[in-house]
């Protein structure tokens, strides 16, 4: 027999009452926006001197909020395992005490009309005196010393002397990098390279000039012989790596970046091979991956590394592109090894013939492996080339070089060399340094830094000259942060 069910009464006018709610809705509903903060009277980067007051007040509104407005201001603290600070209020206001680095800061606004929170982030720069400026190398009497210039181009010499009255730069300087701080642009460290002295590399704060460490401090087992830095580099991790008595080393990377051994060489990169003096140092992107073009002294060839977290030696492990020379078997020694762009180079070479060649190439070692040669041909102006010549390129190759009192402009492509325009005084020219843009030209002399315009259109027409510089000018490093 067929069972039959009755649904109850009230049940079915419920359902009803349902079905015709559902028909009659034609979602024509009325939406209210949430209104987006208005901010005014706040930037994207405060920078304030240690010690200093700080007060960043913005104007803030919500346009049709009924509710009164919240704020929280949180400056986190560059060391990850600390929690940095936060502050309540329309304003932040504080002595800055905190470090010379960037902090991250959020300003959080909060509507208590419908608890809705909103997020602003900026960066507070701390700084120092040391913060913006050039730091020059130079030679005076034999003593390498520092000193540094301040955004205004007054000269505050001798400073490295001045905090560390016992401690002694290297002897005959060579170089001195500015190191940044890993991951952020700001500088930590210069590091000061020469080729003489018990110590040949000293690590300084950037922010205090006082000494940090030696060279040899920076290997976990320091080789037992004088460490003499031929080429040395700094890469965005905040490391310094190069060639050390005909070895290449690299920092290592691969720890945390706050640990007490990130940066430091481990046993350089292992193979049979001595660099010549000269390396190029091709760092792609932000994070890499990067790798070095060297020539091997003994086997008389072009010889390739790779950053693969540590540093690796590959030889000539490379293809071959043309027949004009063979690189793995070049028969001449290195005079200089000019990098252009990535790995576009130009070689000046000797042989046998003692013919100073140039050589132009393109070392293609991020992969596909490749190394081909543009062309090898006599340098048209050897007699311009002597022992202390030295050499820069600017990104749109072109090379400036050298000679006692004079520079030159050479143009590859139609072998045109110009002289420009400043014989500085008759005074031997001790540096030269390209702009990173390009345009400008520094040139150091006994005693005075010279910026000159080589933008398109110009031969080294003075923009400005700095005086009071202590002694002859070997290399500078320019901060801006």
Not at 1 to 14: A, E
Not at 79 to 106: H, K, Q, V, W
Not at 111 to 117: H, I, P, R
Not at 411 to 417: G, L
């Amino acid at each position: 027999m067929t069972q039959k069910y009755i649904l109850p009464s009230f049940l079915l006018f419920f359902t009803l009452v349902m079905v015709s709610a559902c028909y009659k809705d034609k979602g024509n509903y009325v939406y209210h926006p949430i209104g987006q903060p208005v901010i005014t009277n706040l930037d994207t980067v405060y920078n304030v001197f240690v010690g200093d007051s700080l007060v960043i007040a913005p104007n803030i509104s919500i346009p049709g909020s009924t509710g009164k407005l919240g704020f929280l201001w949180n400056i986190s603290d560059p060391d990850s395992t600390l929690t940095g600070l936060n502050y309540a209020g329309p304003s932040l206001r504080m002595i800055f005490g905190l470090g010379p680095e960037r902090y991250s800061t959020r300003l959080t606004i909060i509507d208590s009309s419908n608890m809705m929170e909103y997020f602003q982030d900026f960066i507070i720069s701390g700084q120092t005196a040391f913060s913006m400026g050039t730091t020059v190398l130079t030679l005076e009497n034999g003593i390498t010393q520092l000193s540094f210039i301040k955004p205004n181009d007054s000269v505050q010499p001798r400073i490295f002397q001045a905090v560390n009255p016992s401690q002694a730069l290297p002897l005959n300087p060579t170089q001195i990098l500015a190191v940044p701080q890993a991951y952020q642009p700001n500088i930590l460290t210069y590091w000061v390279f020469g080729m003489g002295g018990p110590h040949t590399g000293v690590q300084i704060d950037a922010n205090t000039f006082q000494k940090k460490e030696n060279l040899a401090d920076n290997f976990f087992n320091a080789p037992d012989t004088a460490l003499i830095p031929y080429n040395m580099f700094v890469d965005p991790l905040g490391v310094i790596s190069g060639n050390i008595n005909g070895t290449l080393y690299s920092g290592t990377t691969e720890t945390w970046n706050e640990a007490p051994t990130y940066g430091m060489f481990d046993d350089g990169a292992a193979g049979n091979y001595r660099l010549s003096p000269q390396v190029v140092f091709n760092y792609s992107g932000t994070y890499g991956p990067g790798n070095f073009i060297g020539f091997d002294e003994n086997q008389k060839q072009f010889v390739r590394f790779n950053l693969y977290g540590g540093i690796v030696f590959f030889g000539p492990a490379y293809t071959v592109l043309d027949t004009i020379v063979d690189p793995t078997n070049l028969g001449m020694d290195i005079q200089h090894l000019q990098q252009i762009n990535g790995g576009l180079c130009y070689a000046y070479c000797k042989g046998a013939s003692d013919t100073l060649y140039e050589m132009k190439f393109d070392a293609e070692f991020n992969g596909p492996f490749t190394f081909q040669t543009y062309w090898l041909r006599p340098f048209m102006r050897p007699d311009l080339i002597t022992a202390s010549t030295l050499w820069q390129a600017t990104p749109n190759e072109i090379i400036y070089f050298t000679n006692a009192d004079k520079i030159y402009r050479y143009n590859p492509i139609n072998q045109q060399i110009t002289t420009l325009s400043n014989d500085f005084g008759g005074q031997p020219v001790t540096m030269i340094k390209v702009s990173a843009d390009g345009n400008t030209l520094y040139a150091g002399v006994n005693g005075s830094l010279y910026y000159l315009n080589i933008s398109t259109g110009n031969y080294g027409t003075i923009i400005k000259r700095i005086d009071g510089l202590p002694g002859t000018v070997i290399d500078l490093a320019i901060r801006n942060s």
